[in-house]
Each structure stands twice: as C-alpha cells, then as structure tokens.
C-alpha cells in the first residue's frame, strides 16, 4: 500500500506522507508529536519515525510521519522517507529546504514545501574565512520551481516574538496551508493539552496560521535592508554640535555614498568618539576629491576606512561585554524571564601581544625589543581565563578595561594600527590616476584583515601575501582583475593553499 502512488490510491486507503527536517533545540519532536496528535484525534492512525543528524549543523533530523484514515484496516507504514514519495515537507531552516530539494524529496506535482525563510549557517558555510553562505535566492527559485506549493516566511522570528518556539509556527503554517484535511481548532487542542509554555505556542500558532492561509510564495523572505537615518543622539550640546557638524560633512557628498558613508560614521563614532569620525570623515575626503561618477572608489573607502579604524582589541572586546544593551541581547536569546538570574562567563585567552598592545607607546615596545623579558610576562599572562561578569568583580574588571579607550590613541596596538592603515590607504590611492580598478581592489583587499589575536595574526598575513603580487602584475591591464582573484583565492580556505597557487601562476606569467 505505501508503494502506490496517491493518483491510484481510494481516498479511504492514501497514505499522507509528511517529512520534517529540523536541527538540535528546534523542537523537532515536540512538532512531530503535535502532528501525530492531531492526525488520531480526527480519527486518523498514524506513525512516526525519526533519524538523526550527525550533528547538530552538520546534517538536520528527518522526522517522519505517515497517517491515514482509520478504516478498520491495518496500513503499512514505511520508516522512512523515498524521493519522489513525500506529500508535505517541513523545514525549519531555509537551506534544509534546498537539502531537501537536492535529496529527491520535494516533487512539482505533489509536495506542499513549507519552510522558513531564516537562515542558520552551516559548519560549512561558517569556517571558510571570507563569505561562505549559500545563496538564499537561488534556494527559494529552486523551491518556487520544485514544489507543488511553496510557503515561506520568518517563522523564527514569529515564535520569538511570541515568546515561543520555531515548532509552534511551523505547526501553525502547516494548519494554515491546508495540506492536512484537519479543523484550526483540533491543532489547538492538542497544544493547550502539551502545558508549559502552552499560551506562547497559541500566539505563534495563530500567527502563523494566518500568515500562511492562501499563500503560495514568500514575498517578503529578504526585505530590504533600510536606509539608515540620521541617529537621534542625546548628550551635551557640545557634542550634538559637533555630532551635526560631522552629518553636514556627510551631506555633502556624492548621493551614492553617503549611505555607506554614514554607516561609516557612526561606527566609528561609536567605536572611539566625535574626534575620531572626524579622522575618519578626513580620510574618506581624500578618495571623494580623488573620484568620479560611479563612485566605486569612494564606496570601498567609505566601508573599508571604517572596519581598520574599529579594530578589535582588548578594550573593544572588554567595551561590548560590559554594555547594558549586551545583557538584554543574551537574556532575550537564552530566555531568561524578569527576575531570574543570570550567570554569565566569559572566555579570555591573552597573549603578550594583546598585553603589550594595550601599554603606553614607549613601554609596550620596550617589553616587545627585550625576549626575555616578553617570554616571563607571556608565561603568567598566556593562559585561559574564565570572566563572571554576573559578578561584581567580574564586570568591574572589563569595564575597567573597556574604559581605557579614552587614552588608546597614545597605546601600542592603535600606532601599529594607524602605521597600517595609513600605508594601505596611501597604497591605494596612489595608483587612481595610473589603474582606478586596480585602486578600488586594493581597497577591497582590507576584508582580508579581521578577528583578534591569532586570527587577526593570521589575518596580516594573508594581506600581505595577496599584496605582495601586486609588482607582479602593476602595469598589466587584467591587474585589477588579479587582485581580485587573489583575494578570492586568500578567503576560500583557512590554509592559503588556494592563495599560494595563484600566486604561483602570477609568477609564472612573468
């Protein structure tokens, strides 16, 4: 019986074949259960299965389900899902969706695909060192094409909102798409008969429902990203003038950057203070002045400037741990109700460096010239840490640290930082008037540096590596072209194997 396909089945007799994929701490189980629930309470038998991940983002489990009506007749019922055999697929991640299509699971003529448009990335996509996503939009044409109907919104973001989980809302679309032959109300039952939690899961089951009711696509699975506004900024006049002064600068130039340009500033701002969006706002004129129509030079400038000038360091990381906007993020993310306390560790691993990089100018190179001396210090500084900023200690402690910005222009770490930056820069636009390509890519080439401590290290290296071909190729019409391709190659693998071949094949064209 479960062989046969639907078309050829009495209605009585169909087997409805349900999969849904989901990860560790989605409640993938609990949904399963809410479905099986539902299917015998409408009179229905049912059976549920599950095969587990390998981990929890190295693969999704496929919890599977097949029901059919009570008939007096004991049903077969397979384990386990068969390509080209699923009625309705769930996902609760964009990409299991696009796995799902991959495997054979979503067919044009038959699966409902009902999946949200929020995005978890993968191991995969995570340890390669530039972007690694997947791309969104091809899944979702893929998913437009693959399915018989396709329902896609932010269900996470639905539960969340209603204080409930991602299992709710999946529940609720799959009410709201009709593909079950169930009442609204029968669903509902079964969540007020689970308990805890009871309430939240009806308000983003309701959500849901609705959301999902008649819709066949997802028009809204990527909104825009909007314009950022001027800030509304409270604090002494002093500053707000200087705050306006900085926004009239900004106004000033070309439309197509001052978007970029005002994201620019703010984060440096924010980063630092007034007087270092100044600086920056200093720097980026001298890519305006030295642009045209297009602008490509000073967009890179503008998004580039802004990420050297706000380097990570002890301070910064210390700066962000300590802020009250911070203990509101992980309260809400872990789900700690008013009143409940949380304890909250935070992990240090400091090397001399970092130490050093935080000293005065004079004293943090006075350790670095003396081996000795920076061998006994890193033996006491370079170990694990474990931070309790739930404490009084604890907090105290990075929020000291964190308060030391006020004086980081006179440390180590900035001048090492300004030394770079400055070099690179100057790099760039030294070479507008000879190859503007070429000057944006050696722009763009500042993506290369980011993290902290051996990341960043790490980071320096592969800069100067993809830079170190530059006088291989200066000169050559294609060089903008294999800048770029050596920076691609820099932010594929972790290893700088890529990197390295493409450096040989540079050499060996000369």
């Known amino acids: 019986m479960a062989d046969q396909a639907p078309s050829t089945v009495p209605e009585a007799d169909r087997i409805i074949k349900l999969a849904v994929l989901a990860v560790g701490g989605q409640g993938g189980g609990v949904l399963t259960d809410w479905i099986t629930a539902v299917a015998e309470v409408n009179g229905y038998r049912a059976q549920s299965t599950s095969v587990a991940g390998v981990a929890q983002r190295t693969g999704a489990t496929i919890y599977y389900v097949e029901l059919c009506r009570d008939?007096?007749?004991?049903?077969?019922?397979?384990?386990?899902?068969?390509?080209?055999?699923?009625?309705?697929?769930?996902?609760?991640?964009?990409?299991?969706?696009?796995?799902?299509?991959?495997?054979?699971?979503?067919?044009?003529?038959?699966?409902?695909?009902?999946?949200?448009?929020?995005?978890?990335?993968a191991i995969s996509e995570k340890i390669e060192p530039g972007d690694g996503r997947a791309p969104s939009d091809q899944v979702m044409a893929a998913?437009?094409?693959?399915?018989?109907?396709?329902?896609?919104?932010?269900?996470?973001?639905?539960?969340?909102?209603?204080?409930?989980?991602?299992?709710?809302?999946?529940?609720?679309?799959?009410?709201?798409?009709?593909?079950?032959?169930?009442?609204?109300?029968?669903?509902?039952e079964i969540i007020r008969g689970s308990?805890?939690?009871?309430?939240?899961?009806?308000?983003?089951?309701?959500?849901?429902?609705?959301?999902?009711?008649?819709?066949?696509?997802?028009?809204?699975?990527?909104?825009?990203?909007?314009?950022?506004?001027?800030?509304?900024?409270?604090?002494?006049?002093?500053?707000?003038?200087?705050?306006?002064?900085?926004?009239?600068?900004v106004n000033a130039y070309p439309e197509l950057v001052r978007d970029m340009a005002l994201r620019g500033l703010c984060k440096v701002t924010d980063y630092q203070d007034v007087a270092y969006g100044t600086e920056y706002l200093d720097r980026l004129d001298q890519a305006v002045k030295l642009d045209s129509p297009g602008y490509a030079l000073s967009l890179s400038a503008a998004k580039h400037l802004a990420n050297a000038m706000c380097y990570d360091d002890m301070i910064r990381v210390s700066d962000l741990k300590t802020r009250s906007k911070r203990d509101t993020r992980?309260?809400?993310?872990?789900?700690?109700?008013?009143?409940?306390?949380?304890?909250?560790?935070?992990?240090?691993?400091?090397?001399?460096?970092?130490f050093c990089g935080t000293l005065p100018t004079g004293l943090g190179r006075y350790i670095e010239s003396r081996p000795k001396v920076s061998a006994w210090l890193d033996r006491r500084i370079n170990r694990g840490r474990r931070i309790r900023t739930d404490s009084m200690s604890g907090f105290a402690m990075l929020w000291f640290i964190g308060?030391?910005?006020?004086?980081?222009?006179?440390?180590?770490?900035?001048?090492?930082?300004?030394?770079?930056?400055?070099?690179?820069?100057?790099?760039?636009?030294?070479?507008?008037?000879?190859?503007?390509?070429?000057?944006?890519?050696?722009?763009?080439?500042?993506?290369?540096?980011?993290?902290?401590?051996?990341?960043?290290?790490r980071a320096f290296s592969k800069f100067d590596r993809v830079l170190s071909g530059l006088d291989l190729v200066k000169g050559r019409p294609d060089a903008a072209d294999w800048i770029r391709r050596l920076r691609e190659a820099a932010l594929k693998d972790e290893e700088g194997t890529m990197l390295d071949g493409a450096l040989k094949t540079i050499a060996s064209l000369n």
């Open 71 to 121: 008939n007096g007749r004991q049903p077969v019922f397979a384990l386990s899902p068969a390509q080209g055999d699923v009625d309705i697929l769930i996902a609760s991640e964009l990409m299991e969706a696009g796995r799902a299509i991959i495997r054979g699971f979503v067919t044009p003529n038959r699966t409902t695909l009902i999946a949200s448009s929020h995005r978890i990335a």
């Open 330 to 354: 992980v309260r809400s993310e872990v789900g700690v109700k008013d009143g409940t306390v949380l304890r909250l560790t935070e992990y240090f691993h400091p090397r001399i460096e970092e």
């Open 403 to 457: 308060g030391l910005r006020r004086w980081r222009r006179s440390l180590l770490r900035h001048q090492v930082e300004t030394a770079h930056l400055q070099h690179w820069y100057k790099l760039a636009l030294d070479h507008v008037s000879q190859d503007y390509a070429l000057a944006v890519e050696i722009l763009n080439c500042r993506r290369l540096i980011k993290g902290y401590s051996d990341t960043h290290v």
């Open 195 to 249: 308990g805890r939690g009871a309430t939240a899961s009806l308000k983003a089951f309701a959500a849901a429902h609705d959301r999902a009711k008649d819709v066949e696509a997802a028009p809204d699975a990527f909104p825009p990203q909007p314009i950022p506004s001027t800030p509304n900024v409270k604090g002494p006049q002093q500053l707000l003038s200087q705050w306006q002064s900085l926004n009239a600068r």
């Open 143 to 188: 998913a437009k094409g693959s399915a018989k109907r396709f329902i896609s919104f932010d269900m996470e973001q639905m539960a969340l909102d209603a204080g409930s989980m991602i299992s709710a809302s999946l529940l609720g679309a799959l009410a709201g798409s009709g593909a079950l032959p169930f009442p609204r109300e029968t669903y509902e």
